[in-house]
T-cell receptor, first 111, second 114 residues
Framework: NAGVTQTPKFQVLKTGQSMTLQCAQD?????MYWYRQDPGMGLRLIYYSASEGTTDKGEVPNGYNVSRLNKREFSLRLESAAPSQTSVYFC??????????FGPGTRLTVL | GESVGLHLPTLSVQEGDNSIINCAYSNSASDYFIWYKQESGKGPQFIID?????DKRQGQRVTVLLNKTVKHLSLQIAATQPGDSAVYFCAENRAYTGRRALTFGSGTRLQVQP
């Protein structure tokens, strides 16, 4: 049982490039989330998916798109990366209770 | 705007002492609170949670206290160990918004001195 996994662990992009961050969970959870964490700050919600086939915006959705591919996978896409998107990105999932379980994060630098 | 925040950005304690990390929240309608521990380079790890119908909950070496009157949350760690050194976040689940997602505070760094 791996929990929540994320790929890649590290990524460097140039301004304007695109990329997709992958997330998968093997806990059969319905809800999945994408957060970003900037230095010295808490996590801010980008997008979430309450169940397979649904997605909703969080606090900071601009510049991002998401896809809930199936129950296990929830991807985050940056269509045209900007330096302001340099951050650590965390994926999380939540089951019947309200506890969210987090992945190890993806460190993204946009030059 | 409404927020979940922390009083102290850094807390330094001696090994073996008890630690208390505080958190203030501003929305009295929040009904569920969680403490997470985040070690360097890792994702947040669940420590303990509490619902708004409780004022205290205990785990292994940790206790969370909730004071709804003053909208204050605290995490107590007994006999603090070097392995407890990390950043601790409180988070609230604003279920009343119809969205089961967390709002995080900015974090407190706990440094345990040997």
């Amino acid at each position: 049982n791996a929990g929540v996994t994320q790929t890649p662990k590290f990524q460097v992009l140039k301004t304007g490039q695109s990329m997709t961050l992958q997330c998968a969970q093997d806990m059969n959870h319905n809800s999945m989330y994408w957060y970003r964490q900037d230095p010295g700050m808490g996590l801010r919600l980008i997008y979430y998916s309450a169940s397979e086939g649904t997605t909703d915006k969080g606090e900071v959705p601009n510049g991002y798109n998401v896809s809930r591919l199936n129950k296990r996978e929830f991807s985050l896409r940056l269509e045209s990366a900007a330096p302001s998107q340099t951050s650590v990105y965390f994926c999380a999932s939540m089951g019947v209770g309200d506890t969210q379980y987090f992945g190890p994060g993806t460190r993204l630098t946009v030059l | 705007g409404e927020s979940v925040g922390l009083h102290l950005p850094t807390l330094s304690v001696q090994e073996g002492d008890n630690s208390i990390i505080n958190c203030a929240y501003s929305n009295s309608a929040s009904d569920y609170f969680i403490w997470y521990k985040q070690e360097s380079g890792k994702g947040p790890q669940f420590i303990i949670d509490i619902r708004s119908n409780m004022d205290k909950r205990q785990g292994q070496r940790v206790t969370v206290l909730l004071n709804k009157t003053v909208k204050h949350l605290s995490l107590q760690i007994a006999a603090t160990q070097p392995g407890d050194s990390a950043v601790y976040f409180c988070a609230e689940n604003r279920a009343y918004t119809g969205r089961r997602a967390l709002t995080f505070g900015s974090g407190t760094r706990l440094q345990v001195q040997p």
